[in-house]
């Protein structure tokens, strides 16, 4: 296991790689360059720059994050084709500077949902990303744009890129007749294009869960749940297609069992990596993001990581969407202080895991 972090660059990100490098057994980081527009190549000048700095700090980074598939390859429209040959190009220069897991998604439109951004806890005073789908329906859209975009405290959200969300009403018409199957076709054509470039390159792709585990708006999503999983491994059977298993993401739908989903896809070789945290359920499709440690939520983190030792030890980790805490202000969900804590506390766990199998071994 390599337990590492999200950091957007030095001018995207209000935290730096010392504070970073000073959480007790992180190793690296899950990288991203947060101006690229979804379609875009990453060039080999600003994917150098970054990693000079990452390695300069005393860090690694082997997982980059967030190389998002433009809304064209998910439409299956003609143009795909031409942002299929830039994403290649972009698994080549990533490949050039040592990356070896990219992490990615193809939920239409929309990254991540939530319809509060800092909603106050009040057993602690701290705030945290938090959901109602009651509220959502109440939104619609374009209101729910609006209302993220303003309370993001000035930063960018990935997934949320201003220019990508400015055609919405568009792309939303776009998909009113893409189904499941049509998703699932496109997908398979995408990963067709690219899977030759990442086994030629030694790269896994890593499909992040759809966020929440359901449905929004209507549109299409495929992947929040084993089954779905199951399907895509199955669009192109090759170690380059595999999982960036979210546990959050996941485990909004309580009906995800998510040790056994670990175990199920890490006993298949197809776990690249994992972003680990905990939530706590409110009631029906409603949830807040939750402190790492088992009781301050609903999933049972020992047995998260006792799955992950004993199925995909390998894997990168890192601890995902902290709470607020400690007078902090910073990206939403993606703060300093939680996620330190949500890392020594997950690395403890390993620690004790790791110590009572070699004693019982």
């Known amino acids: 296991m390599k337990m590492t972090f999200r950091w957007y660059g030095p001018d995207s990100d209000s935290i730096t790689l010392q504070q970073i490098k ?53 439409l299956g429209l003609p143009s795909r084709d031409r942002y299929i040959e830039n994403y290649c190009a972009t698994i080549q220069n990533l490949a050039r500077h040592g990356v070896k897991v990219i992490v990615y998604n193809f939920m239409p439109v929309f990254d991540w949902l939530r319809t509060d951004l800092a909603r106050l806890i ?30 993001t405290n000035g930063f960018t959200l990935p997934g949320w890129e201003p220019a990508r969300l400015a055609e919405l009403e568009d792309t939303l ?20 294009g690219i899977i030759p470039t990442c086994e030629a390159e030694g790269v896994v792709m890593a499909v992040h869960p759809d966020d929440p585990a359901w449905p929004i708006f209507g549109l299409p999503r495929i992947a929040h749940s084993q089954e779905g999983f199951d399907q895509i491994l199955a669009l192109r059977d090759s170690p380059s297609n595999a999982l960036c298993l979210c546990t959050g993401s996941l485990a909004s739908d309580p009906a995800n069992d998510i040790p056994a989903m670990i175990r199920h896809f890490g006993g298949m070789g197809r776990v690249a990596c994992l972003h680990v945290r905990n939530v706590k359920h409110l009631g029906h499709r ?12 609903d999933l049972d983190m020992f047995q998260i990581m006792q799955a992950i030792y004993d199925t995909c ?17 910073g990206r939403p969900g993606y703060g300093l202080y939680d996620r330190a804590l949500g890392a020594a506390y997950l690395n403890g766990l390993w620690e004790a895991i790791e110590k009572t199998g070699r004693e019982q071994a």
């Open 22 to 74: 000073q959480i007790p057994g992180m190793t690296g980081l899950m990288g991203v360059l947060d101006s690229k527009a979804a379609g875009e190549v990453w060039e080999e000048g600003e994917i150098g720059a970054y990693m000079d700095q990452v390695q300069a700090a005393g860090l690694e980074c082997q997982v980059i994050e967030s190389v998002n598939v433009h809304e064209d390859i998910k």
């Open 122 to 151: 009040p057993e602690d005073g701290s705030n945290s990303l938090y959901f109602d789908e009651a509220q959502l329906g109440d939104m619609g859209p374009a209101e729910l744009v609006r209302s993220t975009m303003e309370h």
């Open 173 to 192: 018409a776009q998909y009113r007749c893409v189904t499941n199957e049509d998703l699932l076709a496109n997908y398979r054509y995408f990963l067709d």
């Open 286 to 297: 409603r949830f807040r993001e939750a402190a790492h440690l088992s009781a301050a939520g």
């Open 313 to 329: 030890p390998h894997a990168y980790i890192r601890p995902d969407h902290g709470r607020m805490i400690w007078g902090e202000q």
